[in-house]
């Protein structure tokens, strides 16, 4: 399968006074795997749907290949999606839902069934191909909305949060096989979710979105650890963002200027985890709860404000007998303080 | 373990049943008294001669008359034709309503069910001075030279066919539009994304998803129209004799009130025919729903 | 619906012509009357040359349609005056009994809105008939009380599957006996409900002919009958003038209950 690198290039749409996508330019690699995460409203499936061709850009142009597509009726784009709420037409079983795309590009029958079979076995569901669709799990549909999806051979495949109805596990092992059935096909994949964990485990890249625009895009990691604003930061997990006077080197040097972004389980009791150009906080202990495979500590710094310290179960020595109100200092390694753009709240 | 219900609690829970139950009991009673009974009575009128007297006689006489299965012809060719028109005026009107936008569609159904809240007087009064021979539509047909003479349009069976399709086209088109609203978008945009055109979606989606609505549709079109009577008795100027009609005459005209209801009760024994005709057929849909991709 | 195939103008364009010429045809009807009626003239000429209002006052100023309006209103209040709280007494069971006992008292109180109106009208004149009860408005209003009902149902029954039935337990608890609890719980909160009941079977009432044509005569012609029977005669436009004030009326009511539900 050839899959096709796609550009979005400025693209913008409205809603009345509402502006769902401000100005996005994105480019994709072929057989990239890349998310688009954001919260709800951030114009993530606004931007799905114009790749797709259900919304229309007011202006900007998209790109597949050479081809422009920003004005193709979605008919003729030839992309693959899993919607959301999967789509399956419940008037048909499963083989006939795999069959659909192949009749209509009257594919000999019996080479469609042999496609259509072939396609379940990949995602392990030959066995239930005369089942109706109302008498699947919702993992299984998620299966015939993939094997439909792919089963035509698109260049692009589009999928809208198609894990957000599943439970815990079994969107887990979702996500892995979502993932192992692109490595096989290397199609170019465009995958939209709410849920960072999830974008961190299956992507190449990340484009995180708020308000309709892309705040930062890169490989998971470097969203992760070098955030390019406070809204990725605190959006990709339990972030520190504190002041640059509230955090002394350890060595006594000159700190930085900037705003700093310290992630919780950066932050350790013991500062010999932390090399000498590593940071320290000081502040009174707020709050302690045991999670399980880690402790979560409050601190108030000076003034008030509040951080948050993720220690891991195994490194906890002492954390069980801190007593709140007592006074602690923890610390950080210099790699793992950020500093990122924008004012203090 | 179960417990052993206590006499007493079962008893209370009893007396609530039976005072909820005596709550329908006025209106069951007045139903009973006004509807129940009168369709009894007509089975045992129909074994009764004028003088009051038992005979199957009437059986006889209305089954071996020509007029009884002309009558059994009319009426089916009405209910029939009545549901092909509806079929086809009301399944694109459907669909155009259910892809408008809300709003616009509300309005234009509120537009559409005006009929219904019109007496069928007032309709049926509207379309003859429409069909007449110096009616609006002739005149607008020969003025605009598309006919040289006027055309019969009412007083036979295209008239009353016109009057009975107006009468149910709105009551049709109510579970279709219904249908059709509630079919997820998301059906039709996996489908154009798969590559269907428009005539294939329709075809291969909204079709068989809208065909509950239709199917629902065509038994109200059918239970409405089997008995219709002021229609074929306004605009069929006495060309059009369905059962309700020659039941009417018999029992005015000519006072034969045993003939009248064997007739009655044939227009029963049909509708039930019919009724478990569409039962079977709902039953062989649901069988064969599966496995029908091939567009 | 369709927004997935935004560039099928051609479709568009005659799937809407299409749905215009129906919806013509189905508003046609009853707007070409409208015109007809302020006609001065005794032929139904299309449109009119000469405008008068002759055809309201021959209307209003005969007898005849004068009796038979009046039956009709007498009939149309009475039907709901007894319809509206039979059924709500019914809608009331059904709601608490649920399950089959439900479904059977629905399947009984619906039949007469199933079966032909020929056969009911037939039957309830052979056991009028019998009882010496022919033309009389009791005769009539039994007839349509049983139509008037499931109408009536049908708007109060999802009503009361809306009505929160712990209320009605607290005022029991509170010491409220049924008859309390009912007049004072239910009933003022299905208001609406209940007045749109009451609207639905009345115009059942009025609208009804086929009982009218069959039970009814003389003094208690309703308007429905007299209007089949002068329809079956010939062609007065006194009709064009009774179906445009029906008309006029009925979008009135209408549009006065969309805007109170709405407000």
Redesign the interface.
Known sequence: MKSLPITIDSVRKAYGSYVALDDVSLDIRAGEFLTLLGPSGSGKTTLLMAL???VRPDAGKLLMGDRNITRL?????????V???Y?L?????V???V???L???RIP?AEARQRALDTLARVKLEDLS?R?VAALSGGQRQRVALA??IV?EPRVMLMDEPLSALDKNLRETMQYEIRRLHDDLGITTIYVTHDQREALTMSDRIAVMNSGRIQQIDAPQRIYDRPSTRFVAEFMGEANIVAPGLVRRIDGAEGQREILMIRAESLHLDASLVGRDGVALDGTLRAKAFRGDNWLLTLALHGGQEILVCIPAALAGGCAELATGQWVTVYAPAGKVHAISGAMA | MTIAADPVLAADGRRE?R??????L???C?????????????IR?SFLTTAGEYTVGNYDKVLSSGLTWSALAATLELSLGTLVVCIL??T??A?????ARPRVANV?M???M??L??????????????L?R???IN?ALTALGLTAEPLPLVYNFTGTLIGMV?YM??LFLLPVYAA??D???????????????????IR??IL??SAGGIFSGSIIVF?YT?????TP??LGGGKVNPL?IR??RT?STFQD?GS??VL?IL??VL?ALIAVMFLTARRLMAYN??????? | ?????PD?RL?RVL??G??AL??A?????????VP?SFSASDL?E?PPRAYSLRWYENFFGSATWMAALRTSLILGTLTAA?AVP??L??C???N??GGK?AAT?QG??L??S???????A??????LA?QGLVGTLFGVL??H??LA?PVACIVLLPALARFDWNQVQAARSLGAN?ARAIGGIIVPQLQISLLSATLMAF?TS??E??ISI?VASGRNSTL?KL??LS??DQ?DPT??A??TL??AI??AV?LIVTLRQKS
């Open positions: 797709a061709g259900f009726a979605p008919n003729k784009r030839e992309i693959g999606i919607f959301q709420n789509a037409f419940p008037h048909m079983n083989l006939a839902n069959e659909y795309p009749a209509l590009r029958k005369e109706s439909r999806a035509f | 049943r005072f909820f139950l005596s709550l329908s006025p209106a069951l007045i139903v009973g008294l006004a509807a129940i009974l009168p369709l009894l009575w007509i009128q005026l009301g694109p009107l669909l155009a309503l259910a892809s234009l509120a537009f559409v005006l009929p809240w019109t007496s069928i007087l007032v309709r049926t009064y509207g379309w003859l001075v429409l007449r110096d009616g609006l005149a107006h086209l709105p059709m609203r079919i997820d978008t998301n059906l039709i945009r996996a489908a154009a994304s798969m590559g269907a055109t428009l005539g294939q979606v291969t989606v068989p998803l239970i089997i008995g219709f009577f002021i008795a306004v309700a039941i009417e029992l009130w009248a209801s009655g227009l029963l509708m729903k599966m496995g029908a991709a091939h567009a | 619906m369709l927004e997935a195939y099928n479709a799937l809407w299409f749905s129906v919806m045809f189905l508003i046609l009807p009853t707007l070409v009357v007809l139904l299309f007894v039979l059924a007494l019914s009331i069971s059904m608490r009994l006992a008292i009984v109180l039949t007469p199933i079966v032909p109106g020929i056969l009911l037939i039957g309830l004149f052979f056991v019998a039994v007839g009380v049983v009902i049924w115009l009025l609208d002919s086929v069959f429905p209007m089949f329809l079956r062609i009709i064009a009774i179906s029906w008309t009925v979008v209408i």
